[in-house]
């Protein structure tokens, strides 16, 4: 309330009596604390053989635009922590009291406020503004890739288990030629793929380390997400939002091939399966079941 | 009718100031002061006592809380070995080794106890109930009977939640969250006395915010203007205010899951949800699992300022009394903590970027959580400001504050990563969160109940803690606390998922399994560093030293009192004539001017 009283700062009496004896300060001890726990973390992350720029799982998709974020937020925190943490450190050692010492008196600055506000705050709406056009990309079905040229694949989830549905030959969903698969998402290289996402029961996460995508599934909604990856190989498709006991092994793999063996796959599947009534098909017949309404 | 008798004692008096109030004071004391143990220390009215009953009851059930996060942390570090000593005895038919479903209970109820019956009790319910009729010079809250029953309407919660435990099938496993549908359809008697227990901690917070609310606005001493108010006081209204609007939403909320559970309705539940091979709900049921996740979040978010603002508020009255000098911009403070109480309500859609509601919403949702960042740094910045040129006086207190500043930088920085929705699509679920959550509300929360603890257990019982002790306790707790959350950061950029009770089933979180025994271990060295506190917490209550009423040479008007106050707290209602933190005044010799001290206006120099 006393923001007038700046006008004191510099010029008050010399104090008559000298405060009481101050504790015994320990300096650089904020300091040594941090330092353990530095040190302590650095060894058991080298013991395990992980490096810094390892630690997110590898990218193999194309939303690169998430890590640039991520380390673009992370330098930025990264200067505001060092300043802080600096100046939190450098006042607690410099500012201890001393005999015969008097504090500065003083309200506040009005500048500095301002300083203070508007200068993250302008950070702040920029990174803003900066990562909307991102997130549109990965999210609004408005900028998905067209469905004619994308691989389509149908996504279900229940307690605790991930089927996958393909249009079969005829491209087609809801024939006999459907294709479907428990567990295991057989997907072709360098191809736009549009996945169309239901669940029986509870809510899920379809999560994709590797390629930074997530996704709730909501009973009673079909949820569309699109990515595409350029690397082939076997990589983990994780349940990320809790759903009952057996939350933890609810778990399937991302299998990326390349479009020869995808088609190859593709048809091996089909003639396993053979023609046969959709209807009949115990994954169409969740799938029909989450349309009820 | 004792409420009112109660008000107009306190009207009375304040009136009677100028004159010889004495009397007056004198005879409300003869008049008011319950003689048996029964009506004196445990169905109290007054506020002191019960927000002693407050914290104690808070410090018990952190036992329990962290106990449970023990477990939590033994099953990550060693998810196939036999639980050492309980196992046997737990998990007869699993060769001793923790199953699935008791680790999601052992989750769920850490959080809930920890939210609903340590955090939120501690610092409305036991700081908000002692400071704020003594630091706005107030004989007791505005209802005292109210407030006696805000307290004893936790024992049944408190009931419930014990209750949860015994039942066949153990208590809640769905997560804090209890995200429906699987909190709607989960069997068993453990989720339902969870969500009754968590109900009646939602009463007690609303008649606790009434309380607070009226009583800031209605009982201030003679001279105590708002803006001459303590930080402390200024986050519990403005906690109170954000209690008061919130909890009902969260209380209707659950009174909706509880139908959902007893009576079968359909507010979450779609007509399409199967479980085993049966149909939930009748067709044409249109439930909205979302609405649940919008109800929730409408209450936690906001909740989780209520959990942070107390605090702040006494960090901001620890770090001027002992680095001697006024709190650098308090009104930019009050507006700052105004300004995250409002924002508050406009970011609860930050924990739902993924939940399948419409990705539009969560562009608007994350531009007002970045910006909800803003007043944050407006306090931190002001911190820093208050501990430039003064003459920093180190105690348990002080440290722990200092902490709380340290700490509260990086919970507050971790969350710009989540605000940013394509980073947040990678994170969220993580560990990351669980670092985020835990830098908030432990090194948080938790450090600014202890720096608060520290600071007015001298005034609570008249004797103080031991400083040694406390240092031992300090820098413990800094280690490990640092040690376990710090590298949980790390785990979760790694794509470590929260909730699971077996990493090893992810072949590529194996290589966070050192780092996962790092982390249980301080945690537990961490736990084990809080009996170090509980001793001298317990001890001093009647072994400390005596240190008078006023140890820390303060300003506030809770220092003008006897250290402990008598029963309505000040002889003579004192007058304010300013604000509380006029250190190195320059109008006295001595470097502190309490807001009671009457001066007589200085010849012109």
């Given at each position: 309330?006393?923001?007038?009283?700046?006008?004191?700062?510099?010029?008050?009496?010399?104090?008559?009596?000298?405060?009481?004896?101050?504790?015994?300060?320990?300096?650089?001890?904020?300091?040594?604390?941090?330092?353990?726990?530095?040190?302590?973390?650095?060894?058991?992350?080298?013991?395990?053989?992980?490096?810094?720029?390892?630690?997110?799982?590898?990218?193999?998709?194309?939303?690169?635009?998430?890590?640039?974020?991520?380390?673009?937020?992370?330098?930025?925190?990264?200067?505001?922590?060092?300043?802080?943490?600096?100046?939190?450190?450098?006042?607690?050692?410099?500012?201890?009291?001393?005999?015969?010492?008097?504090?500065?008196?003083?309200?506040?600055?009005?500048?500095?406020?301002?300083?203070?506000?508007?200068?993250?705050?302008?950070?702040?709406?920029?990174?803003?503004?900066?990562?909307?056009?991102?997130?549109?990309?990965m999210k609004y079905t408005g900028e998905f890739p067209d469905e004619k040229n994308a691989v389509v694949i149908q996504v279900f989830a229940k307690?605790?288990?991930?089927?996958?549905?393909?249009?079969?030959?005829?491209?087609?969903?809801?024939?006999?030629?459907?294709?479907?698969?428990?567990?295991?998402?057989?997907?072709?290289?360098?191809?736009?793929?549009?996945?169309?996402?239901?669940?029986?029961?509870?809510?899920?996460?379809?999560?994709?380390?590797?390629?930074?995508?997530?996704?709730?599934?909501?009973?009673?909604?079909?949820?569309?997400?699109?990515?595409?990856?350029?690397?082939?190989?076997?990589?983990?498709?994780?349940?990320?939002?809790?759903?009952?006991?057996?939350?933890?092994?609810?778990?399937?793999?991302?299998?990326?091939?390349?479009?020869?063996?995808?088609?190859?796959?593709?048809?091996?599947?089909?003639?396993?399966?053979?023609?046969?009534?959709?209807?009949?098909?115990?994954?169409?017949?969740?799938?029909?079941?989450?349309?009820?309404? | 009718?004792?409420?009112?008798?109660?008000?107009?004692?306190?009207?009375?008096?304040?009136?009677?100031?100028?004159?010889?109030?004495?009397?007056?004071?004198?005879?409300?004391?003869?008049?008011?002061?319950?003689?048996?143990?029964?009506?004196?220390?445990?169905?109290?009215?007054?506020?002191?006592?019960?927000?002693?009953?407050?914290?104690?009851?808070?410090?018990?059930?952190?036992?329990?809380?962290?106990?449970?996060?023990?477990?939590?942390?033994?099953?990550?570090?060693?998810?196939?070995?036999?639980?050492?000593?309980?196992?046997?005895?737990?998990?007869?038919?699993?060769?001793?080794?923790?199953?699935?479903?008791?680790?999601?209970?052992?989750?769920?109820?850490?959080?809930?106890?920890?939210?609903?019956?340590?955090?939120?009790?501690?610092?409305?319910?036991?700081?908000?109930?002692?400071?704020?009729?003594?630091?706005?010079?107030?004989?007791?809250?505005?209802?005292?009977?109210?407030?006696?029953?805000?307290?004893?309407?936790?024992?049944?919660?408190?009931?419930?939640?014990?209750?949860?435990?015994?039942?066949?099938?153990?208590?809640?496993?769905?997560?804090?969250?209890?995200?429906?549908?699987?909190?709607?359809?989960?069997?068993?008697?453990?989720?339902?006395?969870?969500?009754?227990?968590?109900?009646?901690?939602?009463?007690?917070?609303?008649?606790?915010?009434?309380?607070?609310?009226?009583?800031?606005?209605?009982?201030?001493?003679?001279?105590?203007?708002?803006?001459?108010?303590?930080?402390?006081?200024?986050?519990?209204?403005?906690?109170?205010?954000?209690?008061?609007?919130?909890?009902?939403?969260?209380?209707?909320?659950?009174?909706?899951?509880?139908?959902?559970?007893?009576?079968?309705?359909?507010?979450?539940?779609?007509?399409?949800?199967?479980?085993?091979?049966?149909?939930?709900?009748?067709?044409?049921?249109?439930?909205?699992?979302?609405?649940?996740?919008?109800?929730?979040?409408?209450?936690?978010?906001?909740?989780?300022?209520?959990?942070?603002?107390?605090?702040?508020?006494?960090?901001?009255?620890?770090?001027?009394?002992?680095?001697?000098?006024?709190?650098?911009?308090?009104?930019?403070?009050?507006?700052?903590?105004?300004?995250?109480?409002?924002?508050?309500?406009?970011?609860?859609?930050?924990?739902?970027?993924?939940?399948?509601?419409?990705?539009?919403?969560?562009?608007?949702?994350?531009?007002?959580?970045?910006?909800?960042?803003?007043?944050?740094?407006?306090?931190?910045?002001?911190?820093?400001?208050?501990?430039?040129?003064?003459?920093?006086?180190?105690?348990?207190?002080?440290?722990?504050?200092?902490?709380?500043?340290?700490?509260?930088?990086?919970?507050?920085?971790?969350?710009?990563?989540?605000?940013?929705?394509?980073?947040?699509?990678?994170?969220?679920?993580?560990?990351f969160i669980v670092a985020h959550i835990h830098y908030v509300l432990f090194t948080g929360s938790i450090v600014g109940i202890f720096g608060g603890?520290?600071?007015?257990?001298?005034?609570?019982?008249?004797?103080?803690?031991?400083?040694?002790?406390?240092?031992?306790?300090?820098?413990?707790?800094?280690?490990?606390?640092?040690?376990?959350?710090?590298?949980?950061?790390?785990?979760?950029?790694?794509?470590?998922?929260?909730?699971?009770?077996?990493?090893?089933?992810?072949?590529?979180?194996?290589?966070?399994?050192?780092?996962?025994?790092?982390?249980?271990?301080?945690?537990?060295?961490?736990?084990?560093?809080?009996?170090?506190?509980?001793?001298?917490?317990?001890?001093?209550?009647?072994?400390?030293?005596?240190?008078?009423?006023?140890?820390?040479?303060?300003?506030?008007?809770?220092?003008?009192?006897?250290?402990?106050?008598?029963?309505?707290?000040?002889?003579?209602?004192?007058?304010?004539?300013?604000?509380?933190?006029?250190?190195?005044?320059?109008?006295?010799?001595?470097?502190?001017?309490?807001?009671?001290?009457?001066?007589?206006?200085?010849?012109?120099?």
């Amino acid at each position: 309330m006393n923001m007038h009283s700046d006008v004191h700062d510099h010029d008050h009496p010399a104090p008559a009596a000298p405060p009481p004896a101050p504790a015994k300060p320990k300096p650089g001890a904020v300091v040594i604390g941090f330092l353990v726990l530095l040190v302590g973390e650095i060894l058991v992350l080298s013991n395990a053989g992980v490096k810094f720029p390892d630690i997110q799982p590898r990218n193999i998709g194309t939303f690169h635009v998430a890590d640039t974020l991520f380390y673009v937020i992370l330098a930025v925190t990264g200067f505001f922590f060092f300043v802080t943490q600096g100046l939190l450190v450098y006042f607690l050692l410099r500012y201890r009291a001393r005999p015969g010492g008097r504090a500065v008196h003083t309200h506040g600055n009005h500048a500095l406020e301002l300083a203070w506000t508007f200068i993250p705050g302008l950070i702040l709406f920029a990174l803003a503004v900066f990562q909307t056009g991102s997130w549109g990309s990965m999210k609004y079905t408005g900028e998905f890739p067209d469905e004619k040229n994308a691989v389509v694949i149908q996504v279900f989830a229940k307690q605790f288990e991930w089927h996958f549905r393909y249009a079969g030959p005829d491209g087609v969903f809801g024939t006999s030629d459907d294709v479907t698969k428990l567990a295991d998402m057989h997907i072709p290289v360098d191809r736009d793929i549009i996945i169309k996402m239901r669940t029986r029961d509870v809510l899920h996460s379809f999560w994709l380390p590797n390629v930074r995508l997530k996704q709730d599934l909501l009973p009673g909604l079909t949820i569309p997400q699109w990515f595409h990856v350029t690397e082939t190989g076997k990589f983990e498709i994780v349940c990320a939002e809790l759903c009952g006991i057996g939350h933890t092994t609810m778990r399937a793999f991302l299998i990326v091939e390349t479009e020869a063996e995808f088609q190859a796959w593709l048809k091996q599947q089909h003639e396993t399966m053979g023609d046969h009534d959709p209807k009949e098909d115990a994954m169409w017949k969740f799938w029909q079941e989450g349309l009820r309404k | 009718m004792e409420i009112l008798a109660g008000r107009s004692a306190q009207v009375s008096t304040a009136h009677a100031l100028p004159g010889t109030p004495h009397a007056v004071a004198h005879d409300v004391h003869h008049h008011d002061e319950p003689r048996g143990f029964w009506r004196k220390y445990v169905f109290s009215r007054d506020h002191k006592i019960i927000g002693i009953q407050f914290l104690v009851s808070s410090i018990l059930w952190a036992l329990v809380g962290g106990g449970l996060a023990m477990l939590v942390r033994y099953k990550l570090a060693w998810p196939q070995a036999q639980l050492p000593l309980l196992g046997d005895w737990l998990f007869p038919e699993n060769n001793g080794v923790m199953d699935a479903q008791f680790y999601n209970m052992a989750f769920t109820m850490h959080a809930s106890v920890m939210i609903f019956l340590v955090i939120i009790p501690a610092l409305a319910g036991g700081f908000g109930n002692y400071l704020i009729p003594l630091m706005i010079g107030a004989r007791d809250m505005a209802f005292p009977t109210l407030n006696m029953l805000s307290y004893w309407v936790m024992w049944p919660a408190f009931g419930c939640f014990i209750a949860s435990f015994l039942v066949e099938g153990g208590s809640a496993a769905t997560g804090w969250t209890a995200y429906t549908p699987l909190s709607a359809v989960e069997l068993g008697w453990g989720q339902t006395l969870w969500v009754i227990g968590v109900i009646l901690v939602g009463w007690s917070s609303i008649m606790g915010a009434v309380n607070y609310i009226t009583t800031i606005i209605k009982l201030r001493a003679p001279g105590m203007g708002l803006f001459r108010m303590p930080m402390s006081v200024w986050a519990l209204f403005i906690t109170a205010i954000l209690q008061l609007l919130a909890t009902p939403v969260l209380g209707s909320a659950m009174i909706c899951l509880l139908a959902e559970r007893t009576l079968h309705t359909s507010f979450f539940l779609p007509d399409s949800v199967v479980i085993g091979d049966a149909y939930a709900r009748h067709a044409g049921a249109d439930g909205q699992p979302l609405l649940w996740q919008h109800l929730f979040w409408f209450y936690s978010h906001p909740a989780v300022y209520i959990m942070i603002l107390p605090a702040m508020g006494f960090v901001s009255d620890i770090l001027p009394t002992f680095a001697r000098k006024p709190l650098f911009g308090y009104r930019p403070m009050v507006y700052s903590i105004c300004g995250i109480a409002g924002l508050g309500f406009i970011v609860w859609g930050h924990h739902m970027f993924q939940s399948g509601m419409n990705p539009y919403l969560g562009t608007a949702f994350m531009i007002s959580t970045m910006m909800i960042a803003l007043p944050s740094a407006v306090k931190v910045f002001n911190w820093l400001g208050t501990l430039w040129g003064g003459q920093i006086r180190f105690s348990t207190a002080m440290r722990f504050a200092c902490a709380f500043v340290s700490m509260f930088i990086i919970g507050g920085l971790s969350g710009v990563f989540m605000a940013a929705t394509p980073v947040d699509i990678q994170i969220h679920d993580t560990y990351f969160i669980v670092a985020h959550i835990h830098y908030v509300l432990f090194t948080g929360s938790i450090v600014g109940i202890f720096g608060g603890l520290y600071y007015w257990f001298p005034k609570m019982f008249g004797r103080a803690m031991d400083e040694r002790l406390g240092k031992w306790h300090f820098w413990l707790t800094f280690v490990f606390m640092n040690c376990t959350f710090f590298a949980m950061h790390i785990v979760g950029m790694g794509g470590m998922q929260r909730r699971i009770a077996d990493p090893m089933v992810y072949e590529g979180l194996h290589r966070w399994m050192p780092l996962n025994r790092f982390m249980t271990v301080s945690a537990f060295l961490l736990f084990l560093s809080q009996i170090l506190f509980l001793w001298n917490f317990f001890k001093s209550i009647r072994g400390g030293e005596r240190v008078g009423n006023n140890p820390w040479d303060a300003n506030g008007l809770e220092w003008h009192a006897t250290s402990p106050p008598w029963f309505e707290n000040f002889q003579v209602i004192p007058t304010v004539h300013r604000g509380p933190y006029e250190y190195a005044s320059p109008e006295v010799a001595e470097d502190f001017l309490p807001q009671t001290r009457e001066i007589e206006k200085a010849p012109a120099s």
